[in-house]
């Protein structure tokens, strides 16, 4: 929704707030943004998990969590954002959050945050 926001309001910073689960489905509106030098700032908060599957998995009690887990490899938010050519930083505090927030809405086109909401 963001790429498609940036596109109908170019003029417009558009900031997007998402889970890692959720930027797994949609990781290639990276490129579009990075292609089309869009004003997003998109902060990825990080937990490791596909949470809406967790609780999906939760009703049907099945007791697995195999399938709802994002780790083991983890995902570096940071490398997959550049290598779609996306400037990108990690944040590990609220105060580094606050500094790439700054960073992002000051630079044309494109940034990505990776907030780690866990350690790892």
Sequence with gaps: MATGAAVAAPDRQVINIQADGSAMYTLQALWTQAHEQLQVLTIVCVNNSYAILQVEAMRQ???SSFLTTLSGPSIDWVALAK????????ADSVQGLAQLMKEGLAQK???????????G
Aim: charged share 10%; glycine share 22%; no cysteine.
């Design 83 to 90: 290598g779609m050519g996306v400037p990108a930083g990690r």
């Design 61 to 63: 009690r099945t007791g």
């Design 109 to 119: 086109g494109p940034f990505l945050i990776h907030a780690a909401l866990v350690a």
